[in-house]
């Protein structure tokens, strides 16, 4: 199965000017775990709530004037499009990066995180064993 059958798409991104506090705010009412950080279409970075949680415990600046460029992981690991999910996999283990954004050419077109790794690996374990009756919807 190739990356761009199950990425995370469309992605949600901040300018690396926005501050972390209204990324948290987009963070939250988007429900997502991790931001991709650009400027204009270029990718810059990513922030998690890895790095908003440190950010708020251990910056010696005020929280209220950090910007995404003070906090984002860069240069940031992505994998290709047509990258097979054992290659994320890899990429995950080898890096300890859980979230990779997914790129065709320079353009960002989704992400791939450890809950769509999950996704996969579960419903392959439910094609292989055989669907339960109470998966199955009939009309």
């Known amino acids: 199965m190739l990356v761009r059958d199950f990425m995370t798409s469309p992605i949600i991104t901040a300018e690396v000017t926005t501050l972390v506090s209204e990324a948290v705010t987009l963070m939250a009412a988007e429900d997502i775990g991790s931001l991709i950080v650009t400027r204009g279409d270029v990718l810059e970075g990513l922030v998690t709530q890895r790095e908003v ?3 708020q415990l251990l910056s010696n600046e005020a929280y209220s004037l950090l910007t995404l460029s003070d906090i984002m992981t ?12 054992g290659q994320v ?3 995950m283990n080898r890096t ?5 954004p997914v790129m065709q050419a320079n353009e960002i077109i989704g992400i791939v995180t450890p809950t769509d790794v999950i996704r996969v690996l579960a419903t392959v374990k439910l094609i292989a064993d055989g669907m339960p009756d109470e998966y199955v919807v009939e009309d």
């Open 96 to 100: 300890g990066k859980k979230y990779l």
């Open 53 to 55: 949680l440190c950010a």
């Open 89 to 91: 996999v890899s990429v």
């Open 74 to 85: 860069s240069p940031v690991v992505t994998v290709a499009e047509d990258a097979d999910l």
